[in-house]
Structures are given as structure tokens and as C-alpha cells.
């Protein structure tokens, strides 16, 4: 009996003793994040900030490896990588989820949000949290909203009034509702990755692109498009994603803590956005390379009343209670 209660003890150790060799073995979890924007933007600064507070706070535990830039995927295999457990983490544009759900088609509606502290209170309401959880039956969670702010038109021309955009070429994300708005001012839109559209510009191959501040200043264009009308006509807001089986296989505590981490990284890089939005605006302006077309009331009204109308063929997909609560946010 004592012999076999020694052998019991002999062999509980050695499972143990394995057990934890092959768990240092196997060394920390990598939690690989992918973008594509440069890191002085608030996605950029947002996934430097997460790596640091989670290889403080877990040490040795979870690595991060942060990839900006499209160096490891551009948004349109990002998610298709991410299924196949090649990275973890990604921050893609809102109007990049086509493939996945209709629901998010809302955010890409053209002036919808008045503001950016609108688009924080329907994202914290009932209706944008529900939104985080409509990639799940494809694998997928939003873990939050990260935001970059309102989208401005660029051109080779100046555009003052929707007729300016008349049969010139613009590069949009992969967005059905982004090609009718362009489509709604008589411009031909083409849906082209982020990292190709620098090239584009410069070489002419497209006229003019819709983005924020920050990626018109990090990304050049500004230097290679003569005039930006400040239309703050749409909206580059993220949703942070991750795969639901790297989710759920990490270990309770480590899951509660990465989480946290986000949750503070992504509160840092929102408040970066404000005030990114405004300095990168100012760099532009300072540098004279590209002129900064102010519109009077009459002529935003124009653009209103011709991209409007989008809404509507755009309705059942999304869900008219979706648009309702989001135009409620305005108020
Ligand atoms: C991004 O901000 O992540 C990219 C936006 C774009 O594709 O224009």
C-alpha cells in the first residue's frame, strides 16, 4: 500500500515536472497585430500603446508584434488570415466587413453622424454594442470601436459643389455603399487596397480618394493631390477584431487581462484622434503643398442633398432601427 502510494507521488511529479517544461517550453502567447496604417496615426500609436501595457502587466506571459503599414496583411486578407490563425489582432475600417455582415454597411452612410461624439454614443448605446457581436457566426468578435474621424475629398480639381466630381476617378475601400455615394455625384468610383492608393494618385491613374486627416498627412497624399474640400462627409471609424477560437482558447486570467489592456489602449487612441484630426490638419495647411477648399453652408447642403439619397437603397440591409438609433445620436 505504501509502496504503491510512493509510486503514485513518484509518477504525479513527473507528469507535473513535464507539464511545466513543455509549458515554458512552448514559450509566451504572440499576439500578432496587423494594420495598415503608418504609426504616427491613432491606430498606429493605439497598437504601440496595447503591446506596452501587455508586456508590462504580463511579462514573459504574452508578446505583441505590432505590423503597420500592410507589411504583414492588407485589410482585404486580414480577416481571411486571422480565421486561419495567422495574426490575432487587426483594427480594419468599418466599411471592410462586406464579406462578413450587412449591418455594418451603416457607418459608411454619408453624413449621418453630425459629429464624432454622435458616433461615441450610438457606438456605447445598445444598438453599437450589438454590432460588435454580428461577426460571430464567421469566427469572428469585435472586441471595441477605435475611431479616426470624419472622412474630407481630395482631388486633382477642386471640388466645391457635388457637379465637380462629374466622371472623375475615385479610389474607395471595399464598400457597396461608398461606390453609390460617389456613384449619387456622377464620379466613378474603384475599390482598391489602402497601400495602393499613394501610386495611384501620383501616377493619375484615379483623380482624388475620400479619407481622414491623418491618413491624407501620414500617407503623403496631401502632396500629391492639389486640393482638399473639407467635407467631413463620411466617417474612418475600426472595429478591433480577433478570432473567437484564439479568444476563447486563452486562459481566463490572461483573456481578462489582455482585454483590459485593449480596453485602455483603445480609450488612448481615441483621444489621440481629436487630436491628431486637428495638428495633421494644420500640417497639411502649413505645408502649401495642397489647398484647403472651406465650403460655405449653401454648397454643403448640395453634397447632402445628392449623397442623401443612399441611405435609402442601403435601408433594408442594414435595418431601418439601426439608422433610426444612430440619426437619435445626433441629438
Ligand atoms: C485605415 O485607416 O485603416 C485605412 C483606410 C483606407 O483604406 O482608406
Redo the contacts with the bound molecule.
Sequence with gaps: MKKAKILFLSLLVMVLSLAFASASLAGPIVIKFS???AEK?P?GQMAIKFKELVEKRLPGKVEVEVFPNSQLFG?NKVLEAMLLGDVQLA???LS?FKKYTKVLQLYDLPFLFKDMDAVGRFQQGPFGQKMLHSLESKGLLGLGYLH?GLKQLSCNSPLRVPADCKNKKFRI?SSDVLAAQFEAVGAMPLKK??SE?FTLLQTKAIDG?E??WT?IYSKKFYEVQPYITESNHGL?D?MVVTSAQFWKGLPADIRAEVKKCLDEAIAYGNELSAKMAIADKEKIIASKRSKVITLTPEEREQWVKAMKPVWKKFENQIGKEYIDAAIAANK
Design positions: 494594420h495598415v496604417v496615426t491606430k485589410d483594427a480594419p475600417s471592410k479616426n475601400m487596397p489602402f492608393v480618394q479619407n481622414t491618413n474612418l475600426y
